[in-house]
């Protein structure tokens, strides 16, 4: 089984590009942030004639938004709301074999990382510490993949520079120690990590902002796979698509790939 996660940044926007990744890619689940679309307007049939008639979708004009659109069938399909906020930005199914896919956006928490100045950034912090709690009473953690863009790039070299971006939303200390209590809650395994060790770059996602951003270089890994440790014998194999950076009217964010053993 092939697994992709991506922050498309509008999938109707983006349509063509969702196709390009299921001709060169031929993922077998893919899963979607920020999809920008109320649920009535989302490309069903476009995307099922891309070969994924299988849709769990939770959507919302102009904001958020997350998707899962399989080759494979879904079953116990729904959507979670957090913080007292009906934002769409957690779907779930259960795939064949009774693995769980959980599909986050979470936060991104604006441009100050001061929860009482930004209000943003403290809702960031509360959706962390939910999850984790939410987590933790889940019971044993078995047959459960967690995806998404979860906004925050946890490790010194998920970003370009660890000591620039110490005060930088996204990698402060807080955001890092809360990310890690919600790994530890559920016994997540990173399963990109699992293949690229800590010591070397990984970025899936490149700012707008910069003229040239492949020159700059200055990325961030903020979209993730996880798996429960009984899937860890199933990991065959992993890619960050940073070519789709340079697609047309692309994403900030880059797919991310995970390939799983029968």
């Known amino acids: 089984m092939r697994l992709v996660t991506w ?27 920020e999809t ?17 008639p299988h849709q769990a979708i939770v959507g919302m004009k102009g904001y958020h938004g ?9 079953a116990k399909s729904g959507h979670l709301h957090w913080c ?43 959706f962390l510490r939910e999850q984790t709690r939410w987590w933790k009473g889940r019971g044993k953690a078995k047959k459960r993949i967690l995806v998404g863009d979860l906004n925050v790039a946890p490790l010194e070299n998920d970003v370009w520079s660890h000591k620039q971006l110490l005060d930088v939303v996204s990698h402060t200390p807080i955001e890092v120690k809360l990310l890690g209590a919600l790994q530890k809650a559920h016994g997540w395994v990173d399963a990109v990590r699992h293949f690229v060790p800590p010591e070397q770059k990984l970025y ?7 003229q040239d951003w492949r020159a700059s270089d200055r990325g961030r890994r903020l979209d993730h796979v996880w798996v429960t440790p009984d899937l860890v ?3 065959a ?6 070519d789709a950076r340079d697609w047309a009217r692309a994403s900030d964010h880059v797919p991310v790939v995970v390939d799983f053993a029968d």
């Open 7 to 33: 922050n498309i940044n509008s999938v109707r926007l983006r349509i063509d590009l969702v196709a390009q990744l299921a001709r060169d890619w031929l993922p077998d689940v893919i899963c979607l942030q």
């Open 204 to 210: 899936s996602w490149w700012s707008y902002r910069a």
């Open 66 to 74: 997350v998707a899962i659109l399989s080759r494979l069938p879904l």
């Open 237 to 242: 194999g992993t890619a960050i698509l940073k």
């Open 84 to 126: 007292d906020k009906e934002d769409c930005r957690h779907v779930f199914a259960t795939l064949p074999g009774g693995i769980e896919v959980h599909n986050l956006y979470i936060p991104a928490g604006g441009d100050v990382p001061d929860p009482d100045e930004n209000d943003k950034f403290a809702h960031k912090l509360s």
């Open 233 to 235: 014998e199933r990991l």
């Open 36 to 52: 920008k679309c109320p649920d009535e307007l989302f490309p069903r049939d476009a995307i099922a004639k891309m070969g994924y």
